[in-house]
């Protein structure tokens, strides 16, 4: 009989507990409508729109549009970068991470806030960070003319750039995730004599890989869609240094608005595409 009070207590204080927390259904509806009104507002509508204003002009328009030299120029110089950022930010990621979890030492968390550095400072002053660093009258800028080296309005800085606004997106997804999972199957692999490398591959990377990947696609729709701080250290030359978001942008100043938006319609595929790909990473991360 002792114990029979306080289970009683305790089974009231859960239902009044449960109570509490239920929702009239208008609410719950009202709520929803809310989401709902806002994500058709500020994301469906404009994404219809982009597509409308494409084919506006007919489909020979649009083929033109992306067809044209300019146009293949700066999706070719986007996939260049994609390739060349997206992989070194995802090792950069995966040793980050690894040094971070695995191993105390002093500057730990100074490390930590200058991986988290890019998502504090705008990209545009990224940009003109480089432009200090690189340019004409920039810190290396005479000994980089005198050995005929071009970094700002080219290539090389476009990836500087892009490397520094993307360079988070993997470690932090890795960070807390290897965090959670301990050292304790690492630990094990090396008491029984398996190397540094093979106890990373056999035994980290499968417990990492669907947060690796769902970092490259995070960076990777980062990379193709960056503007501010390329756009410093581009120089916006037609052909040669104009990305897909530049290149719009010139469209569109030049009020070609059916090309800017035909280009632009085809970053959105590419946007959608990562969703997709982000999504069904998430599901099999959770159904495995």
């Not at 942008?249 to 959105?268: K, T």
């Amino acid at each position: 009989m002792a114990g029979h009070v306080p289970m009683q207590h305790a089974k009231t204080t859960v239902e009044i507990t449960h109570s509490s927390l239920k929702e009239p259904k208008v609410v719950g509806w009202l709520l929803t409508f809310i989401a709902l009104a806002f994500l058709a507002l500020f994301l469906v509508l404009p994404l219809i729109t982009i597509f409308i204003t494409a084919f506006q002009k007919g489909w020979e328009t649009y083929l033109a549009a992306i067809t044209n030299p300019d146009a293949l120029a700066a999706i070719k110089l986007t996939l260049i970068v994609v390739l060349i950022t997206v992989p070194l930010n995802a090792v950069f990621g995966v040793v980050a991470a690894w040094l971070i979890t695995k191993f105390d030492f002093k500057g730990k968390n100074i490390l930590i806030t200058l991986i988290d550095l890019p998502f504090a400072v705008s990209p545009v002053i990224a940009g003109l960070i480089f432009i200090l660093l690189f340019g004409a009258q920039g810190l290396f800028g005479e000994w980089l003319f005198n050995h005929d080296i071009k970094i700002v309005f080219a290539i090389p800085g476009i990836i500087l750039a892009t490397l520094f606004v993307t360079l988070p997106f993997v470690a932090k997804e890795l960070i807390p995730l290897m965090q959670a999972q301990g050292s304790a199957e690492e630990e094990a692999s090396l008491t029984l004599g398996a190397s540094g490398f093979k106890t990373f591959f056999l035994v980290t990377l499968p417990n990492i890989k669907w947060g690796l990947l769902y970092g490259i696609i995070l960076c990777n729709a980062r990379a193709i869609g960056e503007f501010g701080a390329v756009s410093v250290v581009s120089g916006h030359i037609r052909g040669m240094t104009n990305t897909m978001p530049l290149h719009i942008e010139i469209l569109y100043n030049e009020y070609q608005f059916a090309a800017a938006f035909a280009v632009a319609s085809l970053m959105s595929v590419l946007a959608i595409f990562t969703l997709i790909i982000k999504n069904i990473i998430e599901w099999k991360a959770k159904h495995i």
